[in-house]
């Protein structure tokens, strides 16, 4: 019996079996088998990198062990339309929580693979991560949002700059004249004499310019374009942008808003609460997990907004006249350049707005953000 030809057969069988083995083990991308219960078969090393388990533990596990709550059952209806032969494959952003809770997000690719009886063998997964790539893509919105409103009121900033350097010079003009007549005045006065009135005279330039200075960004703050803003939305979409660090952190955000709507420039409300929630999940304590509460009341013609955690705190003794000043920061060992605060505070009292913190340490702290209603 001639069975060169069955020979073949089985040496292209061999050959393609070690084609998909090498291009399954070796992918920079991960690759999983997936029975269709929901157990992993198979692996790659690239799905053991990035979330953190090994092959045997995944092995041990349901597909929807690691899979982030929100994500599972998503595609369950692209599924069912794989296994009715209604569609070939899918693509889905799905996210995974890895071994050290970290939020992974991934671009998943499934196809069915069937056995000689046309029944479903197991799935095909291809997982690409794309957290680094969502990262940077919410940076840049956050960044455009900012940008759009500062294009916005660009050319009113001008004008207004403009005729405050009319100001400036005006106030500076006369001391500047003084100054330079004393120097000039050698044998009227001593070189004590002068020197003691120059310094008298550039005092009060000084302290113009640092006032004009005041006065130019409050004024340029006030003109800056009021909305309708959304609370509720502006704090789901900061959550969303912290969203890892928070699953990470096993925080939880309770929000209890009695205002819902509040007229204020959005870029300023937004960076606001931006900045206490971070600070919040930032300096949380270790040993237990973390709660922030966010309230709105109205109280008359002001809106108060609070934001509580069960964190840190600060010792108020020693550093509660410094809260707020450039380059104070009161826990070591923490990423923080003393200025997330400073910022808050001017952007708040810029449009007649108050801001007050009350903490205890290893208790946690309260701000209490109070601004005009408009």
């Given at each position: 019996m001639d069975i060169t030809e069955l020979k073949n057969v089985e040496e292209e069988l061999r050959q393609a079996k070690e084609t998909f083995a090498n291009s399954f083990n070796y992918s920079g991308i991960g690759k999983a088998l997936i029975a269709p219960g929901g157990r992993w078969l198979e692996v790659n090393n690239t799905v053991c990198e990035l979330t953190g388990y090994t092959k045997n533990e995944l092995y041990d596990m349901h597909y929807n062990d690691i899979t982030y709550p929100d994500d599972i059952g998503i595609d369950i209806s692209l599924i069912q339309q794989l296994l009715a032969k209604q569609i070939l494959s899918y693509s889905i952003t799905k996210r995974y929580v890895t071994k050290d809770r970290n939020v992974l997000t991934t671009v998943i690719t499934v196809t069915l693979v069937r056995d000689g009886n046309d029944q479903p063998l197991y799935f095909v997964c291809d997982i690409l991560d794309e957290t680094a790539k969502k990262s940077i893509t919410d940076e840049l919105l956050h960044k455009n949002q900012e940008l759009e409103t500062a294009a916005v009121n660009l050319l009113s900033k001008i004008s207004q700059l403009?005729?405050?350097?009319?100001?400036?010079?005006?106030?500076?003009?006369?001391?500047?004249?003084?100054?330079?007549?004393?120097?000039?005045?050698?044998?009227?006065?001593?070189?004590?004499?002068?020197?003691?009135?120059?310094?008298?005279?550039?005092?009060?330039?000084?302290?113009?310019?640092?006032?004009?200075?005041?006065?130019?960004?409050?004024?340029?703050?006030?003109?800056?374009?009021?909305?309708?803003?959304?609370?509720?939305?502006?704090?789901?979409?900061?959550?969303?942008?912290?969203?890892?660090?928070?699953?990470?952190?096993?925080?939880?955000?309770?929000i209890n808003l009695r205002v819902k709507q509040i007229s204020y420039?959005?870029?300023?409300?937004?960076?606001?609460?931006?900045?206490?929630?971070?600070?919040?999940?930032?300096?949380?304590?270790?040993?237990?997990?973390?709660?922030?509460?966010?309230?709105?009341?109205?109280?008359?013609?002001?809106?108060?907004?609070?934001?509580?955690?069960?964190?840190?705190?600060?010792?108020?003794?020693?550093?509660?006249?410094?809260?707020?000043?450039?380059?104070?920061?009161?826990?070591?060992?923490?990423?923080?350049?003393?200025?997330?605060?400073?910022?808050?505070?001017?952007?708040?009292?810029?449009?007649?707005?108050?801001?007050?913190?009350?903490?205890?340490?290893?208790?946690?702290?309260?701000?209490?953000?109070?601004?005009?209603?408009?």
């Open positions: 403009e005729d405050l350097n009319h100001i400036i010079a005006h106030n500076l003009r006369g001391p500047a004249s003084s100054i330079k007549m004393l120097s000039s005045q050698s044998e009227v006065f001593s070189n004590e004499e002068a020197l003691e009135m120059i310094h008298a005279s550039s005092t009060s330039p000084l302290e113009n310019l640092d006032t004009m200075v005041e006065i130019a960004r409050i004024k340029l703050d006030k003109e800056v374009t009021f909305d309708n803003c959304n609370v509720t939305a502006i704090i789901n979409n900061i959550t969303a942008q912290l969203q890892g660090v928070i699953y990470q952190k096993d925080a939880r955000i309770s420039p959005q870029i300023y409300l937004e960076s606001i609460l931006y900045n206490l929630i971070s600070n919040s999940i930032k300096y949380r304590r270790e040993d237990v997990p973390l709660i922030i509460e966010i309230t709105t009341v109205g109280a008359g013609d002001r809106i108060v907004i609070s934001l509580k955690d069960n964190g840190l705190g600060i010792n108020m003794e020693k550093y509660g006249t410094r809260i707020f000043k450039l380059n104070q920061t009161f826990h070591h060992g923490y990423d923080s350049k003393g200025v997330g605060l400073l910022i808050t505070k001017t952007q708040i009292e810029s449009l007649g707005g108050t801001i007050e913190v009350r903490s205890k340490l290893n208790q946690g702290s309260e701000f209490i953000v109070t601004i005009l209603k408009r």
